[in-house]
């Protein structure tokens, strides 16, 4: 992991070194330095302040020049010690103790033979191991807490494009559940006008009066099925709920009863539930598997009887049986598509469904949750 001091940082820390060395400068002339050796030290102390800025891009070339600095001058200490911290913070453990160690040596020999005035070679050999091991424990604290910073940023981001990702998921359901909507809504009102317009094809013979009213309920038939496509393109664009129209409940099943038998599905239904009092999603999924299976009976077995029953209480669970007996296949395809929407939309409901078909006949059977 790189560390690096960029613009003003970099600028302000150079001119605080400058400031520190032109110190020790000045306490070693006040000290009676001889002219070589202040000379020695300023030759130094601009050496390492040239190559401080090197010291980030070619960390470990410039740590061994300043060390050898350290080695003939005090000035050349705290780009010394500058560097060790730097290598501790971006080096591993064992290359940043190498050059701790490498920097006790280069300090010891410096005292032997520039000896500190006022301390004993023992208790500066003593405060030089105790600083260098203080610089390799604060940069590798540094170092590990920079790793735990980019770690947890890192979760962070996968945290943030995987919220995206559920996001995106989630609408794509959404749009695949409004596609489903589309064809349980659809696909009955299709239904009718097909087998109208069937009946105005195969029996022009009728009467007037009973063209005519085939012609009014495919006009109305035509009528509320585009409504219904407008709803669902609502849905789409995202508009409004006040656009949108009424949603189908159980409450509606009469008038869906009283269309198939209009077109000549017989259909008997049967039960003890009050159908206004079942409420909000469990009164529009149970509608739409009634829907379902009456679109289902009309397409494949045309003019067979259907047979609904409703059972249940609240507090307990709906239970909804649809069936009729098979009959030859339609002309009208089929994708398969509703009964799978169907029973995805149950299973979000909280309930379940089963279809299956005999020798003799087809159920559909669904259970969903009522609250009391």
Same mark, same amino acid.
């Given at each position: ?30 000290? /009676? ?19 401080? *800025?090197?010291?980030?891009?070619? *960390?470990?070339?410039?740590? &061994? ?26 080096? =591993? ?67 943030? !494009? ?6 995106? %998921? ?17 696909a009955h009102r299709l239904s009718l006008l097909a087998t109208y317009a069937g009946a105005l094809e195969y029996r022009p013979d009728q009467p007037p009066e009973r ?10 038939? &035509? ?16 508009? *409004? ?9 159980? !409450?509606?099943? *009469?008038?869906?009863? !009283? ?23 469990? /009164? ?20 067979? =009887? ?26 009208? =395809? ?26 003799? %006949? ?10 009391a």
């Open positions: 992991m790189e560390f690096r001091l960029c613009g003003r940082k970099l600028w302000l820390t150079m001119t605080l070194i400058a400031v520190f060395l032109v110190a020790i400068v000045y306490g070693d002339v006040k000290a /009676g330095s001889s002219t070589a050796m202040t000379a020695l030290e300023i030759a130094a102390a601009v050496t390492g302040l040239a190559l401080f *800025p090197l010291l980030f891009s070619r *960390p470990m070339t410039v740590t &061994v020049v300043v060390l050898a600095l350290a080695l003939v001058a005090a000035t050349g200490t705290p780009f010394a010690n500058i560097a060790t911290l730097h290598i501790a913070r971006s080096r =591993p453990l064992r290359v940043a103790a190498v050059v701790a160690a490498a920097g006790v040596v280069v300090h010891a020999v410096r005292g032997l033979w520039q000896p500190t005035s006022g301390l004993s070679y023992g208790w500066w050999l003593t405060l030089v191991i105790v600083l260098h091991a203080g610089l390799v424990g604060w940069g590798q604290l540094a170092a590990a807490r920079a790793a735990v910073i980019s770690s947890l940023q890192e979760r962070a981001e996968r945290a943030e !494009a995987e919220q995206g990702r559920r996001v995106a %998921e989630a609408r794509s359901a959404e749009r695949a559940a409004i596609a489903r909507e589309m064809h349980d809504v659809l063209l005519s009213q085939a012609a009014g309920v495919i006009r109305t038939t &035509v009528h509320q099925a585009l409504n219904e496509l407008r709803d669902v393109i609502a849905l789409l664009r995202d508009e *409004p709920d006040d656009l949108a129209g009424p949603v189908p409940a159980l !409450a509606d099943l *009469p008038s869906l009863v !009283a269309e198939s038998r209009a077109i000549g599905t017989p259909v008997e239904l049967r039960g003890e539930v009050g159908l206004r009092e079942v409420p909000g999603t469990t /009164g529009r999924t149970a509608y739409r598997v009634v829907q379902e299976a009456l679109t289902n009976a009309r397409k494949h077995a045309p003019g067979q =009887p259907v047979r609904i029953a409703l059972d249940g209480e609240p507090g307990a669970r709906l239970h909804i049986d649809v069936s009729n007996p098979l009959g030859a296949t339609s002309s009208i =395809p089929g994708t398969g598509t509703g009964l799978v929407g169907l029973t995805e939309r149950v299973r979000l409901a909280g309930g379940r469904l089963d279809h299956h078909s005999t020798t003799t %006949e087809f159920r559909v059977s669904a259970s969903l949750p009522w609250p």
